[in-house]
């Protein structure tokens, strides 16, 4: 099945985001072999520390999340997501005040 071109997964603001978490654990995975010594494919302490973060309750944790904006103003949805929490947790604030 083709992908229609306007489909949310398909839009390059989506593919963007998606490179996030690899690039981010790629860079860390260089420090730890250039600062701490470890070998290709161990796990060093930098590394380590950045997969503590991230989001832990969502479908697919990762420790990075790309927050894209594309060049005509579209967002990822992890920006979106942000924004939404964001907005909810400002709301909880000012209804108990």
């Not at 420090?31 to 309750?57: K, M, T």
């Amino acid at each position: 099945m083709v992908a229609h071109p306007n489909d949310r997964e398909t839009s390059p603001v989506e593919k963007r985001a998606a490179k996030a978490p690899k690039h981010y654990l790629a860079a860390a995975s260089d420090l730890d072999q250039e600062l701490h010594s470890s070998q290709r494919g161990e796990v060093g302490p930098i590394e380590a520390r950045l997969l503590e973060f991230g989001e832990r309750n969502r479908p697919k944790p990762h420790a990075v999340v790309g927050f894209v904006l594309g060049a005509f103003g579209e967002l990822s949805k992890s920006s979106y997501s942000l924004c939404t929490d964001t907005a909810r947790v400002a709301a909880t604030r000012a209804v108990s005040f």
